[in-house]
């Protein structure tokens, strides 16, 4: 597919709604001295507006349109495939000083880097438009709403940042005129979607960010990893609030008592397919909704943990979504929906892989090739996603929209390990939570350029997405756990423990509602729990498992804390902490101490 960048120009009435903010202005004339690009494009976010990008877009073939009576109002797009996931490798964080971004980034000087950044955006945008695209992150009236700014020249993005964020004239509002309000700069050129000029950069003293030469998902989509994680934390920590990479969801009783919970998984390791759940029939009554698929901003009200979801969409994995799998997802990706690296079939539907039926017998794949089931080479790429509004989810929570966010029972840890770490285990407070989180380990994914299947460290699922340094944050959790009257409570999962055959212990997906039930239990006081070295265990009875097709020996591997992996995983905790050299608070350093005696009692 073409490169998005040639120029556009709309007709009368499209692109011209310039914000009053003088330093919005001031900064939008100082990169387009620096870009020179053929004209300048202000979205407003108008229905009219994306129509006619969209027109642009399928005659630039940067779009594909996928069959009407298939899948409505939905597009397929293909990145390049040098350019198909997050790049951690290219990315940084830009403080004064190294050791404020601390051991777990990547860091580089700001003067150093504005120069280089500056010497590869100069005439980069020369017969391409330049899109400003204003958007906030947060229910409008949230005190934690954040305005951004997005500078792009891809069409894509523009598309994209519509559906996942509140964009357009919504913000412009917002922000008001005040040339000293808080709002955060983006800039984004694909340049020529080189991975040697492919650089993600923050400054979160400047409330800024440069991000040069891709065109995929967390690298130029600002508003998310950048600014709702990267500069978020950062900006959280100053201002005694907490930005995490965390799904939210509702959950309530055929009683019709509710409870919030926040989970945080590592990239691609379940957070869209359980903020989704459908609780299985023996769970009738029951109702999960999501507030949040992705990401959590966090403040203490009156002593509870309250949350929001900065989001406005969801830029979820496609693979593996089936109606059986996740139902909701595949009602809310069925129309109005943007997808990326996916295959399309002959009769210009989509197709993935673990896709619900028979795969098709001919298709073209990510890459725009022939493929067809004997094919060596996957349809869809292992990372391509969908870009679909919160609003086509079925599941989504009413209160979504409440500017103060909804109170928080429990946050839950979790990653992709195929031994050590039983199915489901609470900590015993909040500090041990916090070590919980600290130490929590996963395989890595497809979600990031890289190896796959390789266990790290991935504290509280932040290890990309912390924008300082990770020992104050660590600091931070705690910090926060003492100003809480009634802190949630701390809980760690793992969907992907594996048998000696290899294959996944635990059916996941809806059948994680029992471990959700028992969680909820524990916050209502009523459910059962056995003390083990690692935390609290639920105990034969513990968890529903009744109409579950699953043998007593099965759930015994699951819940199993095997010493000697054990002895192991404290070893790894106490080699990650080392490796940090030295910025681990001493109260975690502590908690590790007490695990190691509990194994010895
Ligand atoms: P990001 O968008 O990258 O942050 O990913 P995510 O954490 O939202 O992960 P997602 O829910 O998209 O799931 C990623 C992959 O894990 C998909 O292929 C899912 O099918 C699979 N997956 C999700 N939940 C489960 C589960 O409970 N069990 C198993 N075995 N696989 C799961
Ligand atoms: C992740 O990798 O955690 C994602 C996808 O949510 S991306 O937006 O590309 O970072
Ligand atoms: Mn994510």
Redesign the pocket.
Known sequence: MKNDAPAIFPPAGIGDSKPANQAVLDWVHEIATLTEPENIFWCDGSEQENNFLINESLQQNVLIKLNEKKVPHSYLHRSNPNDV??VEQFTFVCTPTKQEAGPTNNWSEPGETYTKLRALLKGAMRGRTMFVVPYIMGPPDSPLAKVGFEITDSKYVVLNMRIMTRMGDVAVKRLGNNPNAEWNRGVHSLLDINPERRFICHFPQDNAIISVGSG????V?LS??CLALRIGSYLARKQGWMAE?MLILGIESPEGKKHYVAAAF???CGKTNFAMLIPPKHFAGWKVTTVGD?IAWMQNRDGRLYAVNPENGY?GVVPGTSYKSNPNAMRSIAHDTLYTNVALTDDGDVWWEGKDGEPPAHAIDWRGNDWTPDSKEKAAHP?S?FTTPMRNNPALDPDVEKGEGVPISAIIFGGRRSDTVPLIYQAFDWKHGVYLGATMASETTA??AGAVGQVRRDPMAML??CGYNIGDYFQHWLDMGKRLTHPPLIFNVNWFRKGEDGKFLWQGFGENMRVLKWIIDRCEETGGALKSPIGWLPGPHDLDLAELDIDHKRVAELLCIDHEEWQKEIAGHKQFFDSLGGVVPEELLEQRNQLAARFKE
Request: aromatic letters at 14%.
């Open positions: 996931a997050r995929y998902g967390g690298n989509l998310k990893k990479h590592p990239s691609a992705d830029f990372n996603r979600a990031a990309p997405f």
